[in-house]
Nanobody, 119 residues
Framework: VQLQASGGGLAQAGESLRLSCAAS????????MGWYRQAPGKQRELVAG???????KYGEFVEGRFTVSRDNVKNTVYLQMNSLKPEDTAVYYC??????????????WGQGTLVTVSS
């Protein structure tokens, strides 16, 4: 499975960005997709995950600001990020696995896209 992320960039605090990640290759029919992020000097953390049926899970820090969605026909996952904060600055990685709980142990990972939020 190959994952290609796009949509990162520079935003000011309070603005919005939308990330996209398209999967290709031998994609399991049953799969979940999602996003992690890693800020400098910090551990990687789950941002959001979504099952093929649309069940979602978010990191606690999201606090309703981000929305994950997917297009099963296009095998693409999206992350709409609103009300961005400087602490959201990180490299964002998309991931695909059979289950959200399996992201870290058995996921296929994209190359990462940098999001920088200025105050």
């Amino acid at each position: 499975v190959q994952l290609q992320a796009s949509g990162g960039g520079l935003a000011q605090a309070g603005e919005s960005l939308r990330l996209s990640c398209a999967a290709s290759g031998d994609i399991p029919k049953l799969n979940s997709m999602g996003w992690y992020r890693q800020a400098p000097g910090k551990q990687r953390e789950l941002v959001a995950g979504i099952t093929r049926a649309g069940t979602t899970k978010y990191g606690e820090f999201v606090e309703g600001r981000f929305t994950v969605s997917r297009d099963n026909v296009k095998n693409t996952v999206y992350l709409q990020m609103n009300s961005l904060k400087p602490e959201d600055t990180a490299v964002y990685y998309c991931v695909l696995a059979r289950f959200i709980s399996g992201f870290e142990e058995s996921g296929s990972w994209g190359q990462g896209t940098l999001v920088t939020v200025s105050s």
